[in-house]
């Protein structure tokens, strides 16, 4: 068992915020707005700046050949979901 | 008809049983794409295609196998393909009424974009991985037009620009040449950038079928992707990729197998990334010199200066017209240029040069209205003239990012006036109307441009809003 508490989606959203230089607050972030298209708008460069984000905050790597990557970029709630279940630190 | 027809070229110039395209094994996935199955798959395309209108095929295939196959059949059914980078439903629409008759093609069961758009479509069934073709390799005549290949959409109107067969094949055949592709020694390339994009396309789709190249079809877009797709991959290796996903790969820190070479394009690559890269994997980093409009005709490796080198067989000459008017505007270093390049007419280069000689030269810098981000050129003026024309915004600007050419991620950011209109609704409409690379970050609301007597946005002013603005984003 980890002993690291639960990630939360607050922190995922300043890592957003921060990687990307939104100019946004972190409340801002609806946890079940898209990230993608409609909703904050962000394409697939961010999706490279911020996949590199994660994986130096959280120690997870992402791909894109995973089955799930589409539902993990889906909202910040299933982002933080995830980082939750697979990160490493 | 042309009075005096060029030369027939073979669709393919490959070996039984070559590996063209190679994807990762098991689970649902089929395996490779050899010669005989590659052909097998186009004749059976052209049969379907034949029951269908008459117009072109629009080629939205996401597998880079099954967008060579959708080519491939396209050309035995005497039909031209369109290739566009720009998914939107709008420019879909568009090209479906300016394209009587046009089929669009997928692979994919569930395409999003096309379910919502009433336009005729067909799509592939799986590639087959064992299929053989005993058949001889048929030929197409080189002056007949292969490909319409779209410029991004970035100002609202993606520009096409059109690719004889003979053209097509003869880039590649360079490519291979400059790259010293050996067929004694098939590389593997593992490409990150789109197939419908004319580097990808160039580099991904067409140079496994003129040269001795298997193209990755696996996915290879972060850099653990990568990574697994080179692995996957016999050696030589050429990763072919953008100066932004280089950057993501050498911070990522990922361990890769041993590299030949990887290219890269789109946009001018820092040195000093390039020499890093070079150090990290024990590889060469070269850049490759193209646009939309005449395809690659230029490379250079980054760390030995700032020379290109031609492809063979292509030559530059002095554009004598373009010249002469440029002239007439004071301090204006270097020269227009025509680009003369096997299977095209000459073509006006948009880049102002230093020429060394008929394959050598240096770039001296692009328009002051051209900005490039993400592999695609939009102009400021253009993008300008979208914002305004948005009902509710009174005036507003659209500003280049100051370091785009050394920071892949840079953005634009564009001021509105618009009293009644958030920042969110501007830039929906934004959304609606040009390509995503080019949407500004933010749209700042002011309540008035800075502009002079005249009308005009000094520079200094502009300088000003910039700072306001937040000025530079970190790298």
Redesign the interface.
């Known amino acids: 068992m980890s002993a690291r508490s639960a990630t939360s989606a607050l922190d995922v959203a300043r890592l957003i915020i921060a990687s990307?230089?939104?100019?946004l607050a972190p409340e801002a972030i609806a946890p079940d707005a898209p990230l993608f298209g409609?909703g904050l708008?962000l394409?697939?460069?961010d999706?490279?700046?911020l996949?590199?984000a994660i994986?130096r905050e959280y120690g997870l790597?992402?791909?894109?050949?995973d089955a799930r990557n589409r539902q993990v970029f889906a909202s910040l709630q299933s982002l933080t979901d995830y980082i939750d279940e697979t990160r490493t630190k | 008809m042309p009075a005096h027809p060029g030369p027939d070229l073979p669709l393919l110039a490959r070996a039984p049983g070559a590996v063209l395209f190679r994807r990762p094994h098991g689970g649902v996935t089929t395996g490779n794409t050899t010669t005989g199955g590659f052909l097998a798959a186009a004749t059976r395309l052209a049969a379907t295609l034949a029951a269908t209108a008459p117009g072109p095929v629009l080629n939205l295939c996401a597998d880079r196998a099954q967008i060579a196959i959708g080519l491939a059949g396209a050309l035995l059914a005497g039909r031209v393909s369109l290739f566009t980078g720009d998914r939107s439903p709008s420019w879909l629409t568009a090209l479906a009424e300016r394209h009587p008759g046009l089929t669009a093609l997928t692979d994919t069961d569930h395409d999003a974009t096309l379910a919502s758009l009433d336009l005729p479509s067909l799509t592939l069934p799986p590639v087959p991985d064992t299929a053989t073709s005993a058949a001889p390799i048929p030929t197409i005549p080189a002056d007949r037009l292969a490909a319409i290949v779209f410029t991004s959409g970035s100002t609202g109107e993606p520009v096409g620009h059109r690719k004889s067969w003979g053209e097509l094949v003869a880039r590649s055949v360079d490519a291979a040449r400059r790259f010293r592709l050996i067929a004694a020694q098939p590389a593997s390339v593992v490409g990150t950038v789109p197939g419908q994009h004319m580097y990808g396309l160039e580099t991904t789709i067409l140079l496994p079928l003129h040269a001795p190249a298997a193209s990755w079809c696996g996915p290879a877009f972060y850099p653990v992707d990568i990574a697994a797709a080179l692995a996957a991959c016999p050696a030589p290796r050429v990763l072919v990729t953008t100066p932004l996903q280089l950057r993501a790969l050498l911070a990522a820190e990922v361990a890769l197998p041993p590299v030949a070479r990887v290219i890269s394009a789109t946009a001018p690559l820092d040195p000093a990334v390039a020499a890093a890269a070079e150090a990290r994997w024990q590889t060469e980093i070269w850049e490759i010199f193209g646009a939309t409009e005449v395809g690659s005709i230029a490379s250079r490796r980054t760390t030995a200066g700032p020379d290109w080198r031609t492809y063979p067989r292509v030559r530059l000459t002095p554009h004598e017209t373009a010249n002469r008017t440029a002239n007439q505007v004071p301090s204006q270093p270097g020269l227009f240029v025509l680009v003369h390049a096997p299977g095209a007419a000459p073509f006006p280069l948009n880049d102002r040069i230093d020429l060394a000689d008929p394959t050598s030269f240096r770039l001296i810098g692009r328009h002051g209205d051209l900005v490039k981000l993400g592999g695609r050129r939009a102009s400021l003026a253009g993008l300008t003239s979208i914002l305004n024309d948005i009902d509710g915004v009174e005036d507003g600007i659209f500003l280049a990012p100051e370091d785009s050419e050394t920071r892949p991620t840079a953005r634009m950011l564009a001021f509105a006036v618009a009293p009644g209109l958030s920042a969110e609704r501007i830039l929906a409409e934004l959304r609606a109307r040009i390509d995503p690379v080019f949407l500004p970050r933010r749209v700042v609301r002011i309540p008035r441009l800075p502009r002079d007597r005249l009308g005009k946005l000094p520079a200094r002013a502009l300088a000003e809003l910039r700072a306001q603005a937040g000025g530079q984003e970190p790298a």
């Open positions: 990307l230089n939104l100019d409609e708008g394409d697939s460069i999706a490279l700046e996949a590199l994986s790597e992402l791909r894109s050949d």
